[in-house]
């Protein structure tokens, strides 16, 4: 278990105070309850691994229905008719990433892109993309899609 001291340094002090708030004042157990948190963090990466992958393969298979895997410029990934510029440079990072002197295809570039850029196809701004397209993504479900705070980007 770690001192006091190191857990106020490592955490931070205003993070620290969370736990020790949640655990009465008590030291050790505000520090088994961080290890709990951290466990109970590290044990949830496997599965939003698993919904990232069937996220981004379903909006793929929508969107890129019938393109080819090269040439990448063939592909809704690069079409300013499809993403917003924004999302056209996220894609350009990820091909800057690729392993030099690999084929740049869409899967390795659909598997290359962050989970902010999936996220992000589901703001205000792709609007008519999920009217027309997006939803295609999701066959089984009848899904309406709202936005409730203004700020939702």
């Known amino acids: 278990m770690m001192e006091e001291r190191q857990a106020r340094a490592w955490l931070s ?6 736990f020790l708030d949640a655990a009465g004042g008590s ?17 949830s990466f496997g599965l ?11 909006i793929d298979g929508a969107l890129g229905e019938g393109q080819p895997q090269a040439p990448i410029k063939d592909t809704w990934l690069l079409d300013f008719e499809t ?7 996220q894609v350009i990072v990820a091909i800057e990433r690729l392993e030099r002197g690999k084929l740049v295809t869409r899967g390795r570039v659909v598997a290359g892109v962050s989970f902010a850029f999936w996220a992000g196809l589901f703001g205000r701004r792709y609007e008519e993309l999920w009217r027309h397209r997006l939803r295609a993504a999701f066959p089984h479900e009848a899904l309406t899609r709202r936005i409730s705070a203004p700020g939702c980007a």
């Open 27 to 43: 030291h050790k157990r505000a520090a088994e309850l961080y290890e709990w948190h951290a466990e109970l963090t590290a044990s």
């Open 13 to 18: 002090e205003p993070r620290y105070a969370r």
């Open 48 to 58: 939003i691994h698993h919904f990232e992958v069937l996220l981004r393969n379903a």
């Open 83 to 89: 993403l917003q510029p924004d999302g056209i440079k």
